[in-house]
């Protein structure tokens, strides 16, 4: 058996020199990586920036929608009920006005549907950048 040699063979200057070429190619692909990584890091970031504005906007316009329609909806519901109430107590012409009073309060029922719907359809389509103004 050959007994290990104690004084190892220092490295030749052509291995030295094919080391360093490989060690300046694994720099170089680890710097391209790191910046490819930094714009994806960048990108996402700015992604999820313009993903909260619009989610911010949709909350906004939905709030803004909801009280816009509400407030004409009560009172018309109001003013109905109102009515139907004193044809009831005999002081209006209960046949006539009842009708329009059930007319109009079916069209709130139906104004509230759709805002309802209006609602349902703003939370569930998808967002799509540029829309509502939002840009990058």
């Given at each position: 058996m050959r007994r ?6 220092p490295?030749?200057n ?15 692909i680890?710097?391209?990586?790191t ?9 996402r ?6 993903l909260?504005?619009a989610?911010?906007a949709q ?9 816009e329609?509400?407030?004409p909806?009560?009172?018309v ?5 109102l009515?139907?109430?004193r ?25 509230a549907a759709?805002?309802?719907?209006l ?6 389509s998808p967002?799509?950048?540029g ?5 990058r």
């Open positions: 290990p040699n104690p004084f190892p063979v490295p030749s052509r291995a030295l020199a094919e080391c360093r070429h490989r060690l300046r190619a694994a720099v170089e680890l710097s391209r990586a910046s490819v990584l930094r714009e994806t890091v960048e990108a970031d700015r992604a999820i920036a313009e909260r504005a989610d911010r909350d906004t316009f939905v709030v803004a929608a909801a009280h329609l509400n407030t909806l009560t009172a519901k109001g003013h109905a009920q009515l139907r109430r044809a009831s107590a005999g002081n209006l012409d209960t046949h006539g006005l009842d009708r329009g009073l059930a007319e109009i309060d079916d069209a709130a029922d139906k104004l759709q805002l309802a719907a609602v349902a359809e703003v939370e569930a967002w799509e950048p829309a509502n103004g939002l840009t």
